[in-house]
């Protein structure tokens, strides 16, 4: 996953990523939700912590093209 840098399982939304950042990108997009991050955007995304932070993870997804 070009996301989390999980086992990715196809191409959504134009970028490889897994079941979970495909799923976590809908529901954002889907919900219209906003996140904050507490830490400045400086949080890394990985599988281990890629649910601590969204905001940074959404902006993540944002950066690589979804």
């Known amino acids: 996953c070009r996301v989390c840098s999980d086992i990715a399982n196809g191409v959504h939304f134009g970028v490889t990523t897994c079941e979970g950042c495909k799923k976590f990108f809908r529901r954002a997009l889907k919900e219209y939700r906003t996140y904050r991050c507490k830490f400045n ?26």
């Open 41 to 66: 955007l400086m949080c890394t995304v990985n599988p281990r912590n890629r649910n601590t932070c969204r905001s940074c993870r959404y902006q993540k997804c944002i950066r690589l093209g979804m």
